[in-house]
């Protein structure tokens, strides 16, 4: 998989924490490595928290430099994902 999404704003979110809703498709490592494609995200940590028979429900931490988070939500929605919660953001100077 390969993004469209190529811009890249003003940020200084380091980590965020999402509460993600996800299709089954796809698995979840492709998924952490296509978010990995951002600009600024240099790690990704997701834990399952509940699956259906159509659906994941994620915790979804990302940490690196700059997160663009308009961006990102772009990305998640061309894998079929929806962010449900941001739960945590830490942003330094």
């Known amino acids: 998989m390969t993004s469209k999404v190529k811009y890249e704003k003003n ?3 380091k ?8 299709p089954y498709l796809p698995p979840l490592p492709e998924f952490a490595s296509f978010l990995t494609e951002l ?3 240099e790690k990704v940590d997701i834990t399952l928290v509940e699956i259906d028979d159509k659906t994941e429900s994620l915790n979804v931490t990302l940490n690196g430099s700059n997160i663009n988070f308009d961006a990102l939500k ?3 929605e061309e894998c079929g994902a929806v962010i449900h ?3 945590q953001v830490i942003a330094e100077k």
């Open 11 to 13: 940020s200084r979110i």
């Open 15 to 22: 980590n965020i924490v999402l509460d993600v809703l996800k």
């Open 39 to 41: 600009e600024g995200i």
């Open 74 to 76: 772009e990305l998640m």
């Open 85 to 87: 919660s941001v739960d």
